[in-house]
């Protein structure tokens, strides 16, 4: 099996600064795309930022500018900094990852979330 546990949310004055951190355990033989998505109450998860086991990155047009995608692939660990954090921002904030098990093959993983709440 594969983990994705996520840590790093917390509440924050807009304007502030978050870093969230995503770290992948278990039977992992390779780590392709990860990414993280968000969800706020009454609206549909949507993408926030992914990056390819390269380093390519891609951004939601609302967080070009604010946030920086990156990754450890040593550590097996994707991070989210969020810059000028915003009260829209405000949301479940969800870690992705595409993954070849040793045990359970090729397959698409999610963490548990973590709230991010921007407010004053």
């Known amino acids: 099996q594969v983990q994705l546990v996520e840590s790093g949310g917390g509440l924050v004055q807009p304007g502030g600064s978050l870093r969230l951190s995503c770290a992948a355990s278990?039977?992992?033989?390779?780590?392709?795309?990860m990414g993280w998505y968000r969800q706020a109450p009454g609206n549909q998860r949507e993408l926030v930022a992914t990056?390819?086991?390269?380093?390519?990155?891609n951004y939601a047009d609302s967080v070009k500018g604010r946030f920086t995608i990156s990754r450890d692939n040593a550590k097996n660990t994707v991070y989210l900094q969020m810059n000028s954090l915003k009260s829209e921002d405000t949301a479940v904030y969800y870690c992705?990852?595409?993954?070849?098990?040793?045990?359970?093959?090729?397959?698409?993983?999610w963490g548990q979330g973590t709230q991010v709440t921007v407010s004053s």
């Open positions: 992705n990852a595409d993954v070849t098990s040793i045990v359970t093959g090729h397959r698409n993983y």
């Open positions: 990056i390819t086991s390269s380093g390519r990155t």
């Open positions: 278990g039977s992992i033989f390779r780590l392709y795309d």
